[in-house]
T-cell receptor, first 114, second 111 residues
Framework: GAGVSQSPSNKVTEKGKDVELRCDPI?????LYWYRQSLGQGLEFLIY????????KSGLPSDRFSAERTGGSVSTLTIQRTQQEDSAVYLC????????????FGPGTRLLVL | KQEVTQIPAALSVPEGENLVLNCSFT??????LQWFRQDPGKGLTSLLL?????REQTSGRLNASLDKSSGRSTLYIAASQPGDSATYLC??????????FGKGTRLSVIA
């Protein structure tokens, strides 16, 4: 594809519901990052996938957050029992390979938890 | 823990002015530094990437400098245009780990 795509672009949900956010990286890119951008805050790292290695989950804020990457391509970020503080823009980025540090970002998913 | 600070948080200038955005980081052991642009409702676009061994990078009207020892970088925009209005983010890479971002500088260029 032409770039990193994310869906949905916007999501409004009620507190306590589960949500799934999807990221389609650039074809052939082996590394994928999820970040969160809250109002007035910088981008916060969530999780990192590199090839077939175990993901780096050190940035996940709680056990309500999880992510998977199937077939080394598409990734899904799941937030269970959403809270109002989860409202943010969730951004995905991919890198061609380790050592190639230019990250290509998707447009993000704007999540609003009511 | 690496921390990245961007000053100012917001900046408004008339069209045609040259301007400088500042970025500072607390740990000089970085692999590279990047400047990104973010338009409202959009993702991030990489503008310039400076490797730790480099002092500056240029692209068109943009010039980014890096002083690793003092933990500073500047993004210079020449002859600003209304289309330059966006949020500019600075991020450092500690190497094989996620980028650490500043909170950004929101730039408005007034026609």
């Amino acid at each position: 594809g032409a770039g990193v795509s994310q869906s949905p672009s916007n999501k409004v949900t009620e507190k306590g519901k589960d949500v799934e956010l999807r990221c389609d990286p650039i074809s052939g890119h082996t590394a994928l990052y999820w970040y969160r951008q809250s109002l007035g805050q910088g981008l916060e790292f969530l999780i990192y996938f590199q090839g077939n290695s175990a993901p780096d989950k050190s940035g996940l804020p709680s056990d309500r957050f999880s992510a998977e990457r199937t077939g080394g391509s598409v990734s899904t970020l799941t937030i269970q029992r959403t809270q109002q503080e989860d409202s943010a823009v969730y951004l995905c980025a991919s890198i061609e390979h380790r050592g190639q540090e230019t990250q290509y970002f998707g447009p993000g998913t704007r999540l609003l938890v009511l | 823990k690496q921390e990245v600070t961007q000053i100012p948080a917001a900046l408004s200038v008339p069209e045609g002015e040259n301007l400088v955005l500042n970025c500072s980081f607390t740990d000089s052991a970085i692999y590279n530094l990047q400047w990104f642009r973010q338009d409202p409702g959009k993702g991030l676009t990489s503008l310039l990437l400076i490797q730790s061994s480099q002092r500056e990078q240029t692209s068109g009207r943009l010039n980014a400098s890096l002083d690793k020892s003092s933990g500073r970088s500047t993004l210079y925009i020449a002859a600003s245009q209304p289309g330059d209005s966006a949020t500019y983010l600075c991020a450092v890479s500690p190497g094989n780990t996620p980028l650490v971002f500043g909170k950004g500088t929101r730039l408005s260029v007034i026609a």
